[in-house]
């Protein structure tokens, strides 16, 4: 695969707020350069509000936030201000299957109707849970619209997905499964270990962390409100744009993000949040596993420190889970991604610098978003924005913070 260049930085977006924030929080001065990117995406008028979170192993290196966090009202973004972290949500639904499949409740590479029976419909009888974690399974989209009320109603979507023909043999192909990961996923959680996928982690590993997959109101209340950025392109953030006089990967991305009958578009837009969007209360009680996550940027980071230094899962089962399943042309995105079981490798998609190339691992959330954990390098980065960008690969804000928080242990 080609590796993609850094692209220049894109024109500010002319719906962005004035750029004159203070921001705020701690930073090490061997980690200054993370501060400096920062303040940096602010003055560019790339930010409304945001946070970002840095650990060296055990020691929070950076801790800084700013902005506003809801535009609307003008409240400012403070120390404990949750945000929306869309797809980001996806390794945290993976880091608790995993650690099922740790404890013994079920083979990774044995067939899902071992412990789910029903799903063996429509010809998905060979379909392992590997294929479910690496977005190989077939079922990118639901077959009809979805509200976000049906939603909240975890075993009723894993059941139609179960009963849904897959679009390709499971295993054969792979392409994002951007929202139905969580009844996929998700249902690894629910049948074997009887709790949703938000209580589990609540009760395994975020004990103390203001991370939340179904947050209380009092949660939803303090987070910050997602605004709107530019329309969906290929780039803008750390992808290479498409050779000098070739439109066409823009045009087809394009095309597809808009075609209601598209892969693309069918996968990331059901089903649909509702009123608010992905500021709705039905969606923010619920917490999709795929997409539902609620977290500050630091205890965000302090998950994929955990988990990068094996208390979570033991160093071989998180080697594992991040051994690459599924890499090359993505059916659903139309570019190409790397995914473990659960969570993304580098790739157009999870775009890192060559010092995260060979051991980072994490995932990505539309609008910019991203956790990264690098056991080797000790590093656990979580940025949490709630400007949305609009690139389907890398957001040049987070490229620009792990690129720095990497350059400080050189």
């Given at each position: 695969m080609t590796e993609p260049a850094v692209p220049e930085p894109a024109a500010p977006d002319p719906a962005a707020p004035d750029p004159a924030v203070t921001v705020q929080g701690d930073c090490d001065p061997a980690f200054a350069r993370v501060r400096e990117v920062f303040e940096r995406n602010?003055?560019?008028?790339?930010?409304?509000?945001?946070?970002?979170?840095?650990?060296?192993?055990?020691?929070?290196?950076?801790?800084?936030?700013?902005?506003?966090?809801?535009?609307?009202?003008?409240?400012a973004w403070r120390a404990d201000t949750p945000c929306f972290g869309f797809s980001c949500t996806?390794?945290?639904?993976?880091?608790?299957?995993?650690?099922?499949?740790?404890?013994g409740a079920y083979d990774v590479d044995g067939p899902v109707t071992d412990w789910w029976p029903e799903f063996g419909a429509a010809g998905k009888e060979g379909t392992t849970a590997a294929h479910l974690l690496s977005h190989q399974a077939g079922l990118p989209a639901f077959a009809r619209p979805v509200s976000a009320e049906e939603a909240a109603d975890a075993p009723a979507r894993a059941a139609e997905l179960?009963?849904?023909?897959?679009?390709?043999?499971?295993?054969?192909?792979?392409?994002?499964?951007?929202?139905?990961?969580?009844?996929?996923?998700?249902?690894?959680?629910?049948?074997?270990?009887g709790w949703t996928v938000g209580a589990f982690v609540a009760d395994e590993f975020a004990r103390g962390l203001d991370l939340w997959i179904g947050a209380p109101?009092?949660?939803i209340e303090r987070a910050a409100k997602m605004s709107a950025g530019r329309r969906v392109t290929s780039g803008g953030g750390a992808d290479a744009p498409p050779p000098a006089g070739d439109a066409s990967l823009l045009d087809r991305l394009a095309s597809a993000y808009t075609d209601p009958d598209s892969a693309m578009n069918r996968a990331l837009n059901n089903?649909?949040?509702?009123?608010?969007?992905?500021?709705?209360?039905?969606?923010?009680?619920?917490?999709?596993?795929?997409?539902?996550?609620?977290?500050?940027?630091?205890?965000?980071?302090?998950?994929y420190r955990d988990l990068a230094a094996g208390r979570i899962l033991r160093p071989d089962t998180l080697?594992?889970?991040?051994?690459?399943?599924?890499?090359g042309p993505d059916r659903t995105l139309l570019i190409d991604s790397a995914f473990g079981l659960g969570f993304m490798r580098p790739a157009a998609t999870f775009f890192t610098p060559v010092a995260a190339r060979d051991s980072a691992f994490g995932h990505t959330g539309a609008g910019g978003s991203?956790?990264?954990?690098?056991?080797?390098?000790?590093?656990a980065i979580a940025y949490l924005p709630n400007f949305m960008g609009a690139q389907l690969s890398g957001d040049l804000r987070a490229y620009r913070l792990v690129e720095a928080a990497y350059a400080a242990l050189s």
């Amino acid at each position: 695969m080609t590796e993609p260049a850094v692209p220049e930085p894109a024109a500010p977006d002319p719906a962005a707020p004035d750029p004159a924030v203070t921001v705020q929080g701690d930073c090490d001065p061997a980690f200054a350069r993370v501060r400096e990117v920062f303040e940096r995406n602010f003055a560019e008028g790339r930010e409304l509000g945001a946070a970002v979170a840095v650990y060296a192993g055990d020691r929070k290196v950076v801790d800084l936030w700013g902005g506003i966090a809801d535009r609307r009202t003008g409240r400012a973004w403070r120390a404990d201000t949750p945000c929306f972290g869309f797809s980001c949500t996806k390794a945290v639904t993976a880091a608790a299957a995993m650690l099922l499949a740790e404890r013994g409740a079920y083979d990774v590479d044995g067939p899902v109707t071992d412990w789910w029976p029903e799903f063996g419909a429509a010809g998905k009888e060979g379909t392992t849970a590997a294929h479910l974690l690496s977005h190989q399974a077939g079922l990118p989209a639901f077959a009809r619209p979805v509200s976000a009320e049906e939603a909240a109603d975890a075993p009723a979507r894993a059941a139609e997905l179960a009963a849904q023909e897959p679009e390709w043999t499971p295993g054969e192909a792979h392409g994002y499964h951007a929202l139905t990961y969580g009844w996929l996923a998700g249902e690894i959680v629910r049948r074997l270990s009887g709790w949703t996928v938000g209580a589990f982690v609540a009760d395994e590993f975020a004990r103390g962390l203001d991370l939340w997959i179904g947050a209380p109101d009092g949660v939803i209340e303090r987070a910050a409100k997602m605004s709107a950025g530019r329309r969906v392109t290929s780039g803008g953030g750390a992808d290479a744009p498409p050779p000098a006089g070739d439109a066409s990967l823009l045009d087809r991305l394009a095309s597809a993000y808009t075609d209601p009958d598209s892969a693309m578009n069918r996968a990331l837009n059901n089903p649909h949040p509702g009123k608010g969007g992905y500021n709705n209360p039905v969606v923010l009680r619920a917490g999709w596993p795929s997409a539902g996550m609620l977290a500050t940027a630091p205890a965000f980071a302090a998950f994929y420190r955990d988990l990068a230094a094996g208390r979570i899962l033991r160093p071989d089962t998180l080697r594992e889970a991040m051994r690459t399943r599924a890499s090359g042309p993505d059916r659903t995105l139309l570019i190409d991604s790397a995914f473990g079981l659960g969570f993304m490798r580098p790739a157009a998609t999870f775009f890192t610098p060559v010092a995260a190339r060979d051991s980072a691992f994490g995932h990505t959330g539309a609008g910019g978003s991203i956790g990264l954990g690098d056991p080797d390098a000790g590093l656990a980065i979580a940025y949490l924005p709630n400007f949305m960008g609009a690139q389907l690969s890398g957001d040049l804000r987070a490229y620009r913070l792990v690129e720095a928080a990497y350059a400080a242990l050189s």
